[in-house]
């Protein structure tokens, strides 16, 4: 069609309201944003919140999905001063080779972004500096824009744990920020939550019942918390008791983002010892990783458990020089890091990580091109932020 | 189900939705989509084949054959037909292709326009 046939008369054959919308709903982000100019009915439809919901929805049905992953920022890249790139790269769900990439348009005093989470392809990003986590952006590269969040409402931050997720009944995304207090011994965290719809940070109490012979907690972070059924989880190590009857204990903090409540969930019976385990999401399901020392040398075994109506183990499986666990891929492969061979560049021997993907049936592994300790999401286009105040376009 | 609404309409005198010539288009989709489900190319062929048969003035009037049968899937492969076809194409074209005028105030549209620039750019020339 070269050139343009009118489709329709305005007196008979006009295509009724929901048509036009089932032909919107097919469109690119791109293509929307534009005919959002078409006239006034088109630009009203474009943005409610109800034909971004089916339009992602969409998406979703027709495997419109991608996988982003940028450079980890860890400790040691800061303490070396060692720059972050600001690339976020697209990749294919399955394949993995990258489709394009996305530079974070937003700048941190620091110099080091954090992956907060990334729900319906919106991404939240926070400062990695001291833990503080002060300042807090959500963006959408799907339409260009990214919002800074206002400052906290807590008196004081320390040793801070955000969280991302989606209140799918109220059509709002949230934001919950954790902070321990320094105070002797160490209370209950504090706690608040912020809601994209009224722009605010509100405090949240915490509501469960703290042990009270906790002496010492940390979230044990090192990967982005998962957003699992309508829920934010937390893993949280804690030592209880004093002196001889010191105990090493964890639990998992959960919030409901849309009652935002929080509730205490049990770990898996299990409790073997095990070198460390890892809270994060397997198909939709709250997981546990756990490694621990297997039969072979530079072999750990890794257990796999998901949450259903209780803790279940669905695998054991040994991974060899494992070094790093960075999550699991939406079809349930294992992707991790791994010690590889030494390789001389600029006459210096420097070790390079390989990142493996693996099925946990199979064992069978696939190597894919990126040697940088790895932050990943899944990622999608999303009209969503499309009016709101402070939103700033590039 | 399919089949009684088609019964439905065949009775129906005062049915003046759907012609012969789109009856015979849209009813025999069911089962060639049946036949060829598995194979997404071979749709894709099927469906390049029989959007070159039909008129792009009949697409109009085979969306509203497909709704008013309350064929599903063939409601679905029109719209995503239209939605392939305008995707990459200016205003102005869409606007020609579904017989709209613009109804914003001067000044308005301009602005709008501005807000999301970059989605202008790399689109069909008209």
Redesign the interface.
């Known amino acids: 069609m070269s050139q343009p046939t009118i489709l329709l008369r305005r007196t008979n054959n006009h295509l009724p309201e929901e048509i036009v919308l089932e032909i919107l709903v097919r469109l690119p982000v791109k293509s929307l944003l534009r005919f959002r100019c078409v006239c006034k009915s088109w630009y009203r439809y474009i943005a409610t919140p109800n034909f971004i919901n089916n339009n992602l929805l969409y998406c979703n049905d027709h495997n419109r999905g991608f996988f982003i992953h940028m450079p980890k920022t860890t400790g040691s890249m800061v303490s070396f001063s060692r720059p972050h790139g600001q690339i976020c790269t697209v990749a294919s769900h399955h394949t993995f080779e990258a489709i394009y990439e996305l530079r974070i348009p937003f700048t941190f005093q620091s110099g080091y972004p954090h992956l907060v989470g990334s729900c319906n392809g919106i991404l939240c990003f926070s400062d990695y500096r001291s833990f503080e986590f002060k300042d807090v952006y959500l963006w959408n590269p799907s339409i260009r824009k990214f919002k800074k969040l206002p400052d906290t409402c807590l008196t004081h931050l320390f040793n801070v744990s955000l969280g991302f997720g989606f209140d799918s009944q109220n059509n709002d995304y949230k934001v919950v920020r954790i902070s321990q207090s320094t105070a002797k011994p160490m209370p209950p965290p504090d706690a608040e939550v912020y809601s994209l719809s009224s722009d605010s940070w509100k405090r949240v109490g915490l509501g469960i019942s703290w042990r009270s012979n906790v002496v010492f907690h940390k979230f044990n972070c090192t990967l982005t918390f998962p957003f699992v059924s309508g829920n934010l989880h937390w893993m949280i190590e804690m030592i209880e008791g004093g002196g001889q009857e010191r105990r090493f204990t964890s639990m998992i903090l959960s919030f409901d983002v849309n009652s935002e409540k929080f509730k205490e969930l049990p770990l898996p019976d299990d409790e073997g010892g095990c070198i460390t385990k890892c809270l994060t999401s397997f198909k939709e399901q709250l997981a546990l990783i756990k490694f621990g020392y297997g039969v072979q040398p530079h072999s750990l075994l890794c257990s796999i458990w998901v949450m259903g109506d209780s803790w279940n183990k669905i695998r054991v499986l040994p991974i060899e020089n494992l070094t790093d666990f960075i999550g699991f891929t939406n079809y349930g492969l294992l992707l991790v890091q791994k010690r590889s061979r030494l390789v001389s560049t600029n006459s210096e021997l420097e070790r390079k990580h390989k990142s493996v993907l693996i099925d946990p049936e199979t064992l069978h592994e696939k190597e894919i091109q990126v040697d940088y300790r790895l932050d990943v999401a899944a990622y999608m286009e999303n009209l969503a932020l499309l009016d709101g105040a402070n939103v700033v376009s590039y | 189900m399919k089949f009684c609404t088609v019964k439905q309409y065949f009775d129906d005198e005062n049915n003046n939705n759907v012609t012969n010539g789109i009856a015979t288009t849209v009813i025999p989709l069911p089962n060639k989509h049946l036949k060829i489900k598995a194979n997404n190319k071979e749709m894709e062929q099927y469906e390049q084949e029989l959007l070159r048969n039909v008129m792009?003035?009949e697409?109009?009037?085979l969306?509203?054959a497909a709704?008013y049968l309350n064929f599903k899937e063939a409601?679905?492969f029109f719209?995503?037909t239209?939605?392939n076809?305008?995707?990459?194409?200016?205003?102005?074209?869409?606007?020609?292709?579904?017989?709209?005028?613009?109804?914003?105030e001067p000044g308005e549209?301009e602005k709008?326009?501005k807000?999301?620039a970059?989605?202008?750019e790399g689109?069909d020339e008209?």
């Open positions: 792009p003035q697409l109009t009037k969306i509203l709704n409601l679905d719209c995503r239209v939605a076809a305008i995707q990459n194409k200016s205003v102005d074209y869409v606007r020609k292709f579904f017989g709209l005028e613009s109804d914003f549209e709008l326009c807000e999301f970059w989605s202008f689109v008209d």
